[in-house]
């Protein structure tokens, strides 16, 4: 199994294992994860939905670790991806300040994932 490989199957599993927490247990992710109490009755179609595309995400990239036809295109998605979360957390920083360390802690293993990606991008086309 190469580097490309191996990386796509610890995010994805990561990935897919949190969302999966998310969409069974809600209130008790919310807490864990973010340390708020959520008032899930307000927008849960809304929060399954966002979820829906996380776990799709996950499942494209597990996808990328056995197919490689698609390696690339699964890892590109993550870089991405990643970054985007990461741009978002800035935009709420810059925007509202650090309001809680494990946010921090999120936007810096998001930019971790994906600087490692845009690396292994870089360095040679996944097989």
């Not at 969302?19 to 929060?47: M, R, S, W």
């Not at 494990?102 to 994906?114: C, K, N, Q």
């Amino acid at each position: 199994m190469n580097y490309c490989r191996i990386f796509l199957f610890i995010v994805s599993i990561s990935f897919i294992l949190i969302t999966i927490v998310h969409i069974i247990y809600p209130q008790k992710a919310f807490l864990f994860f973010f340390g708020v109490e959520a008032d899930y009755h307000c927008n849960p179609l809304i929060d399954r939905a966002l979820r829906g595309v996380y776990f799709g995400f996950g499942l494209f990239w597990m996808f990328g670790v056995y197919v490689e036809k698609v390696r690339h295109a699964a890892l590109f998605s993550l870089v991405v991806f990643m970054f985007g979360l990461a741009a978002g957390r800035v935009w709420n920083v810059a925007l509202d300040g650090i309001t809680d360390r494990r946010l921090f802690v999120y936007l810096l293993i998001e930019i971790m994932i994906g600087g490692i990606g845009a690396l292994l991008l870089v360095l040679k086309k996944p097989r």
